[in-house]
């Protein structure tokens, strides 16, 4: 009988070992799957602070809140039921998909550019938080919710691409902990951004000491953070665009681009004794983001020439009786 008790002792502590293996297995690939979609993660936060611009400080949370519930349910429920189907029954499509969602962040990172060297973005609208109520919660909600479901479809279809070797069962396992992770990572980071600038009137109001002037550097810190986020998310969005287009056009058959770029920054890691491989990364960062820019900046003048792009001259914000209308809420 004791026999019997150790000999399943031994069984329950052999099985427990390998789950533990398995769950150190899956957290390992997520881990590279995550990190593999850290352009968008970072333009993903960059962007979701837009969304609470203009309300009132009590409501930034519970707004914040709403649009992370709706990113997961648009990763868990829309996008991974969908892209697990793919994987197993049509694996030749993902390069292809994955190629198309580059496309979509080098358009989206040489727009930025675009925006940014044109002075577009220096006329958006102001909007008081005595001007926005639930209908225009519920509205801002859901275009942010919208946004998400793009750019969660580009973090899933990057980390599917990195684990598209496992087994079924792993790979859905892998990509639920990237979906939680990833989530919990940009609106955790988004709202300690938004917040950060309460937190420092907070403490400036209550001391006139250090802590007082921790608080203001707070608050003044607040608009330069956002800028620094904004631009790292363009920067972003044109390397991982860029690359992901050159390790497509690899796996398709055109070799020449991501060997050209391989090649250089090969040679890169050995003309320096020390830090090579660094240097050798920023070699092929550098080229992927030129990739991404040139691309992209293709992109943008295509979407501007077509009728339903970008190319009217009339001012988004503008109604056609020359007075402001409400502001968009996708950015």
Not at 294 to 317: I, K, N, R, T
Request: hydrophobic fraction near 55%; charge should be negative.
């Amino acid at each position: 009988m004791s026999g019997g008790l150790f000999a399943l002792l031994d069984d329950v502590a052999v099985l427990a070992r390998m789950a533990a293996a398995s769950v150190d297995d899956v957290a390992a690939a997520a881990g590279r799957a995550s990190a593999k979609a850290a352009g968008v993660v970072v333009d993903d936060t960059a962007v979701t602070p837009q969304y609470v611009h203009g309300l009132a400080a009590k409501r930034e949370l519970p707004i914040i809140k709403q649009i992370a519930i709706g990113s997961v349910r648009n990763k868990l429920i829309l996008i991974l039921p969908a892209i697990l189907l793919l994987s197993q029954f049509a694996p030749w499509l993902l390069t292809p998909i994955l190629m198309l969602g580059g496309t979509y962040l080098c358009y989206e990172g040489a727009e930025k550019v675009w925006a940014k060297l044109a002075g577009h973005d220096k006329h958006e609208k102001k909007v008081l938080a005595t001007e926005i109520g639930p209908e225009q919660e519920k509205t801002m909600v859901a275009g942010a919710v919208r946004t998400d479901l793009i750019l969660s479809g580009e973090i899933m279809v990057i980390a599917l691409n990195e684990v598209a070797d496992e087994p079924f069962l792993a790979r859905a396992a892998i990509l639920i902990v990237v979906a939680l992770f990833i989530t919990l990572l940009v609106y955790g980071v988004v709202a300690l951004i938004v917040k950060m600038d309460d937190v420092g009137l907070h403490l400036a109001g209550r001391s006139t000491g250090l802590v007082g002037k921790l608080g203001l550097g707070l608050v003044k810190a607040m608009p330069k953070l956002l800028a620094t986020i904004s631009v790292v998310g363009t920067v972003a969005m044109l390397w991982v665009g860029g690359h992901i287009l050159l390790v497509g056009a690899d796996d398709l058959g055109w070799h020449s681009p991501y060997e050209f770029v391989h090649h250089l920054e090969e040679a890169a890691h050995d003309a320096v004794t020390f830090a090579g491989g660094a240097i050798g990364w920023l070699v092929n960062t550098a080229f992927s983001a030129l990739v991404g820019i040139v691309w992209g900046a293709v992109a943008v003048l295509v979407m501007h020439l077509l009728p339903f792009g970008h190319g009217s001259d009339e001012d988004p914000h503008e109604s056609g009786d020359g007075t402001d209308s409400a502001p968009d809420p996708a950015p």
